[in-house]
């Protein structure tokens, strides 16, 4: 599989493939740079269960982080990585099979 820039040049999209929520400071600068929804804002509850933030159940979430949206509309631009102040996310070169 073959891609290129705008004017020709090769270029190999780096797909984000996984947030690992351990590492995850939930900060949203990823989320703020990538303009294709590929991540969301969810809390964690003291169960540890994923919980969409609303003001009602704002007491009990533990903790905010990021997580997967809509993988399918990754670009591969690499934006959400350069921002990442913990490195929490997992990359996969375009034309690589998922692990």
């Not at 290129?4 to 780096?14: E, I, L, Q, V, Y």
């Not at 804002?41 to 990021?66: F, R, S, T």
């Amino acid at each position: 599989m073959s891609f290129a820039t705008r004017d020709g040049r090769d270029w190999t999209p780096n797909y984000l493939i996984s947030i690992d929520p351990k590492k995850c400071i939930g900060c949203g600068r990823c989320f703020k740079v990538c303009g294709r929804d590929v991540m969301t804002l969810k809390g964690i509850n003291e169960e540890g269960d994923l919980v969409d933030l609303d003001d009602d159940e704002d007491d009990e979430i533990e903790k905010k982080i990021m997580v997967m949206n809509d993988q399918g509309a990754c670009i591969g631009c690499g934006a959400c990585a350069r921002v990442c102040p913990t490195n929490c996310q997992t990359h996969q070169p375009a034309g690589t099979e998922a692990a």
